[in-house]
């Protein structure tokens, strides 16, 4: 199951920037330098799978400093998730939704190395498995959801030429394939996938990039290659289930440019939705 649900207006959005900028000092960086790419609050797939006392650690210290400058957002966010998905909460136990951000820092530019990294594919090849580093917590409930996890991108600033997501959501994989796929290196998983996509992997199509692909919209020709998902400031893109997705690299990169996301996933929990990070 995929979709958007408009959830901030501009304004919002703007403060939202306004207050991840104030919060620059407890931004973690994340890549190398000249790299750009840092993450605020505590996050599982970064922490957590390494260490999940570390991961602990970092909530504990985080949270009530998001709670802090975005409950407004985070009453936001609730509302518009249980509307969709019935009863929403934030819990303490774990970390609250945070921030993604490529590129640099208030009244900064980035290296122009960055923004040529930036442009080739980044982030993995991955299905979203950070639950399995919560089992403890999830343990504490009678009925719980492991098979319909919920991930969630929430834009709040993007590049010049937009952004977005590719999402295999055709290709169906069991949770010992997951398991593995996900801890492989990306060549082995493209061939892995250009096995279903009969070496028809639009990423390395000259056509693809020139084709006014970003902004972009939704083609049904992408039914049988990654679906590409657009990005709009202030309008969540969820998806519900073991989808495979990657990141899409940026396209005609500008010194300024930044795409900083709201992160979240929920679980459901005893008939509630956990959003966490």
């Not at 207006?9 to 000249?34: C, F, G």
């Not at 970390?95 to 900064?108: D, L």
């Not at 902004?215 to 969540?236: R, S």
């Not at 690299?249 to 679980?267: C, S």
Request: proline letters at 6%; charged letters at 25%.
């Amino acid at each position: 199951m995929l979709g958007y649900i408009d959830v901030l207006s501009e304004d919002q959005s703007q403060e939202t920037i306004k207050l991840v900028d104030k919060l620059e000092k407890v931004w973690i960086r994340r890549a190398p330098v000249p790299m750009d790419f840092f993450t605020i609050g505590a996050c599982t797939y970064q922490e957590g799978c390494d260490s999940i006392a570390k991961y602990h650690k970092h909530r504990r210290v985080m949270n009530p400093v998001l709670r802090k400058h975005f409950t407004w957002l985070y009453d936001i966010l609730l509302e518009k998730l249980s509307a969709e998905f019935g009863p929403c909460e934030i819990v303490d136990e774990l970390g609250h939704p945070g921030f993604h951000v490529f590129g640099h820092k208030p009244g900064q530019v980035s290296d122009p190395k960055c923004a040529k990294r930036f442009e080739k594919p980044l982030a993995s090849l991955h299905v979203d498995i950070q639950y399995r580093e919560h089992m403890c917590y999830w343990n504490t409930y009678d009925e719980v959801d492991l098979e319909d996890q919920l991930s969630f991108t929430l834009p709040i600033e993007l590049p010049t030429h937009g952004g977005g997501l590719w999402l295999w959501d055709w290709l169906k994989l069991d949770k010992e394939q997951i398991g593995k796929f996900n801890f492989q290196g990306d060549e082995n998983k493209d061939a892995y996938i250009k096995e279903h996509m009969q070496d028809m992997d639009p990423r390395e199509s000259k056509e693809f990039w020139e084709n006014g692909s970003l902004p972009l919209e939704y083609n049904p020709i992408y039914d049988t290659k990654p679906m590409v998902v657009p990005y709009t400031v202030g309008k969540l893109f969820y998806h519900v289930g073991h989808v495979l997705h990657q990141i899409i690299p940026g396209y005609k990169l500008q010194p300024g440019d930044r795409r900083i996301t709201l992160q979240g996933h929920g679980i459901k929990c005893d008939g509630v939705w956990i959003i966490y990070f």
